[in-house]
């Protein structure tokens, strides 16, 4: 059974740091198309970073360009947000995102973590 649990979400001040981790079960995020997802209040799950499968190279969507950075640590089968200068438009639920390709691709999410920006 596969299984993605998230942490580390929480209340922090704008321009505030926090790390986001998601420890997988069942699935192996070394080799594997790892992404971290959000989703703000009455708005689309957006993707906010990735990481290839065949190597650690790492895609951001605009907005987080260098303040979020996606790692993985492939001993401890966990992947890493680490968030930096935080605003308050980054106050979302933050999603792990785990593609497997068996004979199709299959995607595992965990549950999520709310991260909320407010002074």
């Known amino acids: 059974q596969v299984q993605l649990v998230e942490s580390g979400g929480g209340l922090v001040q704008p321009g505030g740091s926090l790390r986001l981790s998601c420890t997988a079960s069942g699935v192996t995020v070394s080799g594997n198309f790892v992404t971290w997802y959000r989703q703000a209040p009455g708005k689309e799950r957006e993707r906010v970073a990735n990481?290839?499968?065949?190597?650690?190279?790492?895609s951001y969507v605009d907005s987080v360009k260098g303040r979020f950075t996606i790692s993985r640590d492939n001993a401890k089968n966990t992947v890493y947000l680490q968030m930096n200068s935080l605003k308050s438009e980054d106050t979302a639920v933050y999603f792990c995102?785990?593609?497997?390709?068996?004979?199709?691709?299959?995607?595992?999410w965990g549950q999520g973590t709310q991260v909320t920006v407010s002074s």
């Open positions: 995102n785990v593609m497997v390709f068996a004979t199709d691709w299959v995607a595992y």
């Open positions: 990481m290839g499968y065949t190597d650690d190279s790492t």
